[in-house]
């Protein structure tokens, strides 16, 4: 069967396994074909009633940012009485440079309060409603990701990061606290462009890829491997009350919105004082692993988005890159980036 075409059970193969996308759910499955069971799926996966949309909040503005990923110019404001709610320290690298107009925003982005959670509008369009604050935030990072990308459209949303290494694109995969971060600074920091360390989107149509070049945020725990590659500039970042630091990704190093398609995706595997290795995975491993770390169908998937995500598995690279130390891991990734141009 062809990559991209699905059979009667809503499975698209991959290799590895097959791919079974719920667009009324904004997810994708990678299930073994042999063990497929699409009516117990159906009964298990069964979407809610969809809630009417709510009457948007027109109470006061408590918090505004105007962010500028791109070219487009973004209004985020906060119609909630806690105001910011950690964002403006998590979208402080996308901030746009002051001044301009109050209207000159293409896009307005609203939050608010709903009785169960927390509401999220685009110009006025209700979009979404989560239950609790970092639910918000991945709902305003995939907002911004998507009016990033626009008018194209994207086929999967990761919860991953992306560098391009010497003109090579690598998305490299984790959960969080995986380490995503401290290997993005250090690339950074050897010579590689930064798309994101935590939010990337492959487009549908080329399999390009977009970033989100928000803040990098750091742990308490991972400071003694980052303080030395931001130099005197680090000195200036103090943690939140959370114990983290919130590093502009400019810096660590260059930054870029777009890239060609990935060569390879890094599923990366920190063990501490292990080997550094690496070993080939079959797409459906690697596209299982990127779900558990949060990849999902975007807001509002379009019917060929699923064909898309198997060309790009078929045509791109999974490999699990297992390191004991930042100085080991930088070093894998320029050697594989190497061996994928030979």
Known sequence: MPIGRQDQGGMIPIA???IVPRLDL????????SRFDSAALD?????????PPPAFDRSAVTWRSDLRPHTTLIRLQSRIAGGDLGLAARLAGLAAPPPHAPEGAAHCLDLTAEADGYGLWCDGTFLRRVAGRPDLI???YGAVLELTASPRRLALQMHAAA???DGVPLVLGAPSGGGK???TLGLAKAGAEVLSDDTVGLME????LVGLAASMRVRDGGWPTVAPLLGPHGAALVPDGAGIRHVPPRLAGEVRVFSPPAAAVLLLDYRPGAACRWEPMAAAEGLALLVQAGAALPRDPAPTAPAALARWCSGTRFLRLTYGSLDDG???VFIIRSALVR
Do not use: K, N, W
Request: no cysteine; glycine share 16%; hydrophobic share 55%.
């Open 16 to 18: 590895g396994g097959a």
């Open 26 to 33: 904004g997810m994708v499955l990678v299930v073994d074909p």
């Open 43 to 51: 009964a298990g996966l069964a979407a809610e009633p969809a809630a």
């Open 138 to 140: 991945g709902a305003v």
């Open 163 to 165: 560098v391009v290494v």
């Open 181 to 183: 971060t401290t290997l």
């Open 205 to 208: 149509d080329d399999l390009s």
């Open 330 to 332: 930088v070093r894998g």
